[in-house]
């Protein structure tokens, strides 16, 4: 599990990327502001502020690996208290920075501090726009009252910023709210209503509309102060290279689960088999000629009824049927390395006897339901299905490696953190798969071996 401290625009895409890479993801943000944090199945999300006592209680508690700091660049504390949970537990500390987009050569006047910029904001006695958030508003209040300037703050329309704003005694009416970043035409509006002289900013990057401001300031003739960030000290200012830096210290969480598809991949399909014996030829389409699985099973009810098949003469069928040549040993070799789960679309109370001669495997599939001749009258569905699978291992923290053969496989395919594409019929093949086909168990293991 990776820690990633986040709150800015960057905190879903650098998320995703982690997931993506095999990292399972506790993304904590400080507040109960709504913030996309990435939907991947590997990520988790906990809001609240974290001293130091109580982020070295979650490391402990999650099973914390490492710390990703994507914090906003100007979260000193934050930042300090991160550093200082990593040194003291020994586990990496990586800080994501997204790079400045503020210089000398942009004429502005850069300030160190917010001391700096307020005083040099109330020197030129016109009005101040500030767009620096809450948490800093107070000298610009005190400067600008000493002054007699008046001073308007654009913060997030939250509780806590309405309290930082009335504690500093800026009116109500000198408060907007809104969330960014705002386009320049959005900028210039609130310039021109509040005729807003100087504009007073932080160096937070492209990502927090700095150079929309910048270019609506040049526009209505405004001045800007901008506070410099402070010194981050070895940040990584690319999303890539932050997964690549992670990885060369920390590798990402195994393949956990091999998930595999039944039918045609450890035994031959059981509606052939039993069309074969019962003599019954529509029964043998599968999901590979009919891809509409519920349109396919209401005809296989059917055709049941009529041809009088009941369970028990199902199950008398698949009792005779054996797993494919190899099948048996495959599996093995599977259950050595890793999990192995039979994700399926078969029915237990159908595929029951196959699954004994393999061993008994974990089996996640659908069940059946009876009349009260012992007819097949309808079926329960596994909620989620196949990808539904997929994502529940993946949500334990394992990387899932799965494979299948048919048109019903291949959204576990997509799912998957790996997937093999084993004997497609050439219907499958002809819809342009990216899966690239693999035809033997043996040609299987090699491509397994590496990941398992």
């Known amino acids: 599990m990776i820690l990633l401290l986040g709150g800015t625009s960057e905190t879903a895409p650098v998320a995703e990327a982690l997931a993506r890479a095999g990292y399972r993801v506790l993304v904590s943000t400080a507040t109960d502001i709504e913030l996309a944090v990435g939907s991947h199945p590997r990520i988790e999300h906990r809001r609240g502020r974290l001293n130091a006592e109580q982020m070295a209680g979650l490391v402990h508690e999650r099973g914390i ?8 660049p100007f979260a000193s504390a934050v930042r300090a208290t991160a550093q200082q949970v990593a040194e003291q537990l020994q586990i990496p500390y990586l800080n994501y ?18 001391e700096d910029a307020a005083r040099w904001a109330c020197k030129t ?33 939250h509780p806590d910023s309405h309290t930082a704003c009335r ?3 800026i009116p109500q009416e000198c408060v907007i709210t809104g969330r960014g970043p705002f386009s320049v035409e959005e900028n210039r509006r609130v310039i021109q209503k509040y005729k807003i002289g ?9 990502a927090g509309g700095v150079p929309e401001k910048l270019e609506a300031a040049r526009r209505e003739g405004c001045s800007v102060i901008v506070v410099g960030r402070p010194e981050l000290g070895g940040g990584i200012d690319s999303v890539p290279d932050l997964v690549r830096k992670l990885e060369s210290r920390i590798s990402p969480a195994p393949y956990g689960v091999l998930a595999l598809d039944l039918e045609s991949v450890l035994v031959p399909e059981i509606w052939e088999t039993v069309a074969r014996i019962a003599g019954v030829p529509a029964l043998a389409l599968t999901t590979r000629d009919l891809p509409d699985y519920a349109a396919l099973m209401q005809q296989r009810i059917s055709l049941c009824r009529e041809h009088g098949l009941t369970l028990a003469r199902l199950r008398a069928i698949v009792a005779a049927m054996e797993p494919l040549p190899g099948a048996v040993a495959f599996l093995a070799w599977a259950q050595e390395r890793t999990r192995v789960a039979i994700v399926s679309d078969t029915f237990c109370e159908l595929a029951g006897p ?23 009258a309808g079926s329960i569905l596994r909620e989620g299905g ?22 019903n496989d291949l959204a576990m395919l997509e799912a998957a953190d790996a997937a093999f594409l084993f004997q497609p019929a050439p219907r499958v093949l002809e819809t342009g798969v990216e899966f690239p086909p693999i035809w033997t168990l043996d040609q299987l293991k090699t491509a397994l071996a590496p990941i398992l």
């Open 65 to 72: 690996r490492a710390i990703v700091d994507a914090t906003h």
């Open 97 to 114: 920075a997204r790079p400045g987009s503020v210089g000398e050569a942009d004429g502005v006047c850069i300030a160190a501090n917010h």
């Open 125 to 157: 006695g016109v009005p101040i726009l500030l767009t620096i958030g809450s948490r800093n508003v107070l000298p610009y209040a005190r400067e600008a009252r000493r002054a007699g300037i008046p001073l308007i703050a654009r913060v997030l329309d």
């Open 167 to 169: 504690e500093a005694g």
């Open 198 to 206: 100087v504009l007073v900013t932080k160096d937070s990057g492209d």
């Open 354 to 376: 196959l699954l004994e001669k393999l061993g008994s495997p974990v089996l996640l599939c659908n069940a059946l339901t009876l009349d009260d001749r012992g007819f097949l």
């Open 386 to 407: 196949k990808p539904g699978a997929i994502a529940e291992f993946q949500r334990l923290g394992w990387r899932v490696a799965a494979v299948g053969d048919s048109f």
